[in-house]
């Protein structure tokens, strides 16, 4: 089993900065997609940013230019830095990452979702 562990949500300001960061763990042998999605009350979950290994990162046109994916594919870790926060950004956001484990077979996981709120 990979399980896959956020962190970094918070409440910020309109304008402001949060950097989130989700690592994989357990039977992991190699990770090749790593994205963001994030849902918003009422709504559906949406990609925010993404990118295979080796690859560059898309991004939403919601986000792009104010947020940054990056990895470090040897932690097994994803990061989300997001400047210029708006109120619509508000939502919890999770990360995804599919790959293959120790075993040999494919796995595509989720994390719990962390929170973010921009607001004054």
């Known amino acids: 089993q990979v399980q896959l562990a956020e962190s970094g949500g918070g409440l910020v300001q309109p304008g402001g900065s949060l950097r989130l960061s989700c690592v994989a763990s357990g039977t992991v042998f190699s990770v090749d997609f790593m994205g963001w999605y994030r849902q918003a009350p009422g709504n559906q979950r949406e990609s925010v940013a993404g990118s295979y290994k080796d690859g560059r990162p898309n991004y939403a046109a919601s986000v792009k230019g104010r947020f940054t994916l990056s990895r470090d594919n040897a932690k097994n870790t994803v990061y989300l830095q997001m400047d210029g926060l708006k109120p619509e950004d508000t939502a919890v956001y999770y990360c995804?990452?599919?790959?293959?484990?120790?075993?040999?077979?494919?796995?595509?996981?989720w994390g719990q979702g962390t929170r973010v709120t921009v607001s004054a």
């Open positions: 995804n990452m599919d790959g293959s484990t120790t075993g040999w077979r494919p796995f595509n996981s």
